[in-house]
């Protein structure tokens, strides 16, 4: 959420409020990205190595994004003055550090790097982990334990979807990435289309983790059960499909509701 308030702040001005959306932006960008990190290692100590401690480490991943995050932003203000990037005709529309080559060769290590090495944890984990429960599950099927196989594909359909982490942080920063080689290679050409590619995919990855995490069927049933509570009037506006559903919906839930007091009596 910090990092895109920065991000959309702009330009401030020059002075103190510069260097603090400078500074703040790269800070809160970096630790967004770590964040995904230590979701990944927890999901990977608790499926892979069965290790029911990932609570105790609750300490350590704050240490390890802060502290990292801070270091990253510090070694980049080294030697750098903040100026104003982004520039379409005489608008900026980023504080930003800039110094030439060195600049940007700064701004790529201490960004682009740990991004591009959580992308690559994230994945080697996740890859462990989907892989792990995809031999559970075949052990499951071998027992003909009907009880086992549900719980485990139950299991594989969340990881699966938890699995988009490294696509997600892909889909969001290639542009970025590409945007930033080509213009250390050529910094005198720069092309109109990549950079609105690098910002607009940049500012959407926070929808796409909405869409990838948010849309659970939890999320959906809940939505279906608020659109019940409207009035009649205002329901008709909604497609059919979303009716039918918000009705299918109740049924299973009442259906589920009776199963419970059945096992019960």
């Not at 696509?167 to 080509?182: P, Y």
């Not at 039918?244 to 199963?259: G, T, Y």
Request: hydrophobic share 40%; charged share 15%.
């Amino acid at each position: 959420m910090l990092c895109s308030f920065f991000s959309v702040v702009g330009d401030p001005s020059k002075g103190f409020f510069c260097y603090a959306q400078g500074y703040s932006t790269h800070f809160f960008c970096v630790a967004s990205f770590l964040w995904t990190t230590t979701i990944a290692f927890t999901l990977h100590r608790a499926v892979v190595k069965h290790k029911a401690d990932v609570e105790d480490f609750e300490p350590m991943f704050h240490l390890y994004v802060w502290g990292t995050s801070l270091v990253m932003t510090v070694v980049r203000s080294i030697g750098n003055e903040h100026g104003h990037v982004g520039n379409i005709g005489r608008v900026a529309a980023w504080c930003w550090t800039e110094t030439g080559r060195t600049g940007k060769a700064v701004h790529f290590f201490t960004f682009y790097a740990p991004l591009w090495g959580a992308i690559l944890f994230n994945g080697f984990t996740y890859f462990q982990v989907i892989r792990m429960l995809n031999n559970a599950t075949r052990m499951a099927v071998g027992m003909s334990d009907r009880g086992s196989q549900s719980d485990t594909r139950v299991d594989m359909k969340a990881l699966n979807r938890w699995g988009y982490y490294p696509l997600i942080l892909i889909g969001s920063w290639s542009f970025g990435t590409v945007n930033r080689i080509h213009d250390f290679i050529e910094p005198g050409h720069k092309l109109f289309w990549l950079s609105i590619l690098d910002v607009g995919m940049a500012a959407l990855m926070g929808l796409f983790n909405s869409i990838a995490y948010g849309l659970n069927s939890s999320v959906r049933r809940a939505i279906y059960e608020r659109l019940d509570l409207l009035p009649e009037s205002l329901r008709r506006c909604f497609p059919k499909k979303l009716k039918s559903r918000s009705q299918q919906q109740q049924h299973e839930s009442e259906l589920v509701s009776l199963r419970i007091e059945d096992q019960h009596q």
